[in-house]
């Protein structure tokens, strides 16, 4: 099994950083993609950035300019860097990872349990 644990969510006022992220443990044999998506209440889910095993990356045109997306995969670990916050980006942060397992060799989708980001003044 995997765990996905996420950290570096709050609150923070317009124009505002934050840094969240997100570390997998568990059986992992290795990680392809890492990345992030965001939902708030009464609204689909939307990626907001993705990031794969060799660094490629790709970013919400709505964030692009704004945040960041990058990996350690020696820590399994996927962080996104929010600058310039705004209202709108206020939402639930969910960290998302394909996972090939030591034990199954299978790729399997885990999701985080979510972090709150709030931007208001």
């Known amino acids: ?3 996905l ?3 570096g969510g709050g ?3 317009p124009g505002g950083s934050l840094r ?7 059986s992992i044999f290795s990680i392809n993609a890492m990345g992030w998506y965001r939902q708030v ?3 689909q889910r939307e990626l907001v950035a993705i990031i794969t095993e060799g660094g490629i990356t790709n ?3 709505s964030v692009k300019g704004r945040f960041t997306i990058s990996r350690d995969n020696a820590k399994n670990t996927v962080y996104l860097e929010m600058n ?5 980006d206020t939402a639930v942060y969910y960290c998302n990872a394909w996972v090939v397992g030591v034990t199954t060799q299978h790729i399997v989708n885990y999701w985080g349990q979510g972090t709150q980001v709030t931007i208001s003044s």
């Open 11 to 13: 609150l923070v006022q």
């Open 20 to 26: 969240l992220s997100c570390a997998a443990s568990g």
């Open 84 to 88: 310039s916050l705004k209202p709108e």
């Open 1 to 3: 099994q995997v765990q």
């Open 5 to 7: 644990v996420e950290s």
């Open 59 to 61: 970013i919400a045109e």
């Open 41 to 43: 209440p009464g609204k």
